[in-house]
């Protein structure tokens, strides 16, 4: 049990590389929802089968947070929280007419604004351009609006990083890699999906501190919410873990157990409000 507290721990500052805008899908989540409250725990259950669970500040797409969407299905507010159920970080993203983020406020636990990000568009050349206080990054764009190739700037114009991203035919990333101004690669994550468009596998190759390297493996049978998952870390064997939910009227999962060696260890509850 130790051994999966390990990976857990380890998990909590995962990369998550989703389009955090639109986190539905990654969140396994469908239909129209307003909102959704996540909150991970982890657990020891005795001998007797009672037990005792601990607010959490969870890992991957099961991060302490509340998230809130516009109709579009578009991340509007995110709240992050700590395992003591405090506010970490709070962010809001305005859109256009096109359901494009062209604005994100984040907040740090006091309230007090931190960052500005604006992003314009340039449909003729199909190129984003995103800014703050300290850094811009340009990004082409594919016929569907996605970043693909970005590079980030000092505001004195001087390169940062750069960034290759490739989508599947579902818009979902199959692949970020992140590299030096020298094109030495600092991280790469991958992702593998399903036909149901969830995930198989999620992964993180750091070549920056080699401390990071991390695979995540999901395992399916005939229901569409993973039975079975796989956590390894920096080349150790994989710890297995077994899923099991429970559902609201409209089909999607509000609590989710894991167990390692039949011991529940981990539980995440989820508060869904849906639109009208």
Known sequence: MKFLYFFLITLY???????????????????????????PYEVQEKDDKTIEKNISIGFLYDKNAFIRFNKAGKVIEKID?????????????????????????????????TQEISTTYDDKKKESRETDHRRITVCQLDDRGNPINC???????????????????????????????????????????NDNGYHTKISEDDYVNFTDNIKVNYFYKD???????????????????????????????????????DKLVFLVELKITYFN
Not at 99 to 109: H, M, P
Not at 234 to 241: C, D, F, K, M, V
Not at 248 to 260: C, S
Request: one cysteine or more; glycine letters at 4%.
């Open 223 to 261: 229901a569409p919410l993973p039975y079975q998952q796989s956590l390894s870390a920096n080349g150790t064997l994989p710890a297995y873990s077994d899923l099991s939910y429970q559902y609201d009227k409209k089909g999607n999962w509000i609590r989710k157990e894991v167990r390692y060696k």
């Open 81 to 113: 929280y700590n395992n003591k159920n405090e506010v970490t970080r709070h962010r809001e993203l305005s859109y256009d007419n096109k359901n494009r983020c062209i604005n994100e406020k984040v907040y740090n636990k006091e309230g007090k604004m």
């Open 151 to 193: 590079a980030t700037f000092t505001t004195e114009g001087k390169l940062i990083e750069k960034c290759y991203t490739t989508y599947d035919k579902d818009n979902k990333v199959l692949e970020k890699v992140y590299r030096t101004p020298n094109n030495d690669k600092k991280y790469v994550f991958h992702n593998e999906y």
């Open 13 to 39: 500052s995962f990369s998550s590389f989703a389009q955090d805008d639109n986190m539905l899908p990654y969140l396994r989540l469908k239909g129209k929802i307003e909102s959704v409250r996540i909150i």
